[in-house]
């Protein structure tokens, strides 16, 4: 409620993209998707979608770090399965911080997710790849990893170039809820150092139109300094999730990441998509 009362400051009004989406929902018909977050943000389960299924979502965020500063961040992302094993994600990520100078564009992200086995092998495993250009002044939380004490090294241009790698482990409880579990490394592609991190959690389906979710996920470390989850230098939160459908293909998602650490954050979390 804290961060939903200040953000109010942030006058969303003058972003006229929303406008364009629901435009976009009156004129495209089309069978829906299953993505691989269920009703999660940074949770990946082993869902993919079927060849020649896409999505496109704008994701926003409403932060407040741990030294009170208050951002936006937005991310616009396409997503098509090129096969019924193998999905590929274009996003591109933004942010819009008042206080040091306002909305700027900060890079993009190209992702790819390959399913190894048929849906119903135990802990059905998920290699996840994704090539990250970014500007050191990003925001959007879409993973966490590494640790607050890490040392800043050189690097040959003051842009964040990584290259992720997840090994999502999901399965599928009950034709309502599947759990997973995400192991992440971030590879800094110009310093060498891989920096660790994790996401658990689950999705219910409670109806045909509403999934909750709940995740848990932090950092642990670096290939560097080393494993680590004192809380002092490392990011942990627990998320609660919602998604509904309000149409056939539209969906909306929402909710909040609370930080369970000194030096995390707290996060209130939107985004509206359409699979067709």
Avoid: C
């Amino acid at each position: 409620m804290r961060i939903m009362m200040n953000t109010m400051k942030f006058r969303l009004a003058r972003y006229k993209i929303l406008p364009l989406w629901l435009l976009l929902f009156s004129f495209i018909q089309a069978s829906p998707a299953w993505a691989g977050n269920g009703a999660n943000f940074v949770l990946y389960n082993h869902h993919t979608p079927k060849a020649g299924e896409s999505e496109v979502m704008l994701m926003y965020d409403l932060g407040q770090e741990p030294d009170k500063t208050l951002y936006e961040a937005q991310m616009i992302e396409a997503e098509y399965g090129l096969t019924d094993y193998w999905t590929t994600e274009f996003m591109i990520e933004g942010q819009n911080t008042p206080s040091s100078g306002g909305q700027r564009n900060t890079g993009f992200r190209w992702e790819n997710r390959l399913r190894l086995f048929d849906y119903g092998a135990f802990l059905n495993p998920v290699v996840y790849m994704e090539y990250e250009d970014l500007s050191e002044d990003t925001k959007y939380l879409m993973e966490m990893s590494g640790r607050e004490d890490a040392r800043t090294l050189q690097k040959k241009r003051p842009r964040e170039r990584v290259f992720e790698t997840r090994l999502i482990l999901g399965e599928d409880i009950s034709e309502h809820m599947d759990v997973s579990f995400n192991w992440i490394n971030e590879n800094d592609l110009d310093t060498g150092i891989i920096a660790y991190g994790y996401a658990l959690g689950f999705n219910y389906a409670a109806s045909e139109r509403l999934t909750i979710g709940l995740e848990l996920f932090g950092g642990i470390g670096d290939s560097d300094l080393g494993i680590t989850t004192k809380r002092e230098i490392t990011q942990h939160y627990t998320a609660i999730n919602f998604k509904t459908r309000f149409t056939e293909n539209g969906f909306l998602k929402f909710g909040g990441a609370v930080g369970n650490t000194d030096v995390s954050q707290d996060l209130t979390r939107f985004s509206i998509g359409l699979n067709f």
